[in-house]
């Protein structure tokens, strides 16, 4: 059996061959495309997803932070009421010691008085 090709009839089937490549290289193309899409279309979903999560924690430690804030300014406030500093609390304990030496002393001359009273009791 012998078969015979004529030059148009090889240009032809290499015409349709490569015509079949390129048309299922085409479908390929498109499936890659397809799955790209879908993929990148889970992944924005996801990002949007995980950027809501982190803006409700941002917006939670921002609250966190101005409560913190507002707590520290009213012990602040309760401090300086109910405290006192450290110079204060000295100069304080400084004017009472004085009274007390005063007062010492005014005893002791009490003292000196009575005693020389009762060695002369002219």
């Keep these: 059996m012998k078969i015979e090709l004529e030059l148009w009839h090889m240009i032809l089937m290499l015409i349709a061959f490569f015509g079949c490549v390129g ?6 193309i498109a499936q890659f495309e ?3 899409d879908e ?3 889970t992944q924005e979903a996801s990002r949007k997803e995980a950027q809501s999560r982190w803006d ?4 939670k430690i921002e609250a966190l932070a101005r409560k913190n804030e507002l707590d520290l300014l009213g012990l602040k406030v309760h401090l300086a009421e109910n405290f006192v500093s450290r110079p204060d609390h000295i100069r304080g304990h400084s004017i009472l010691e004085l009274k007390i030496d005063g007062l ?3 005893f002791e001359n009490v003292l ?5 009273q009762k ?3 002219s």
Excluded: H, T, V, Y
Excluded at 56 to 59: R, V
């Design 56 to 59: 409700d924690e941002f917006k």
């Design 119 to 121: 060695a002369n009791p």
């Design 104 to 106: 010492a002393s005014k």
């Design 112 to 116: 000196l008085r009575a005693s020389a």
């Design 39 to 41: 993929r990148f279309a």
């Design 23 to 28: 048309a299922f290289g085409k479908i390929l």
């Design 34 to 36: 397809k799955r790209l």
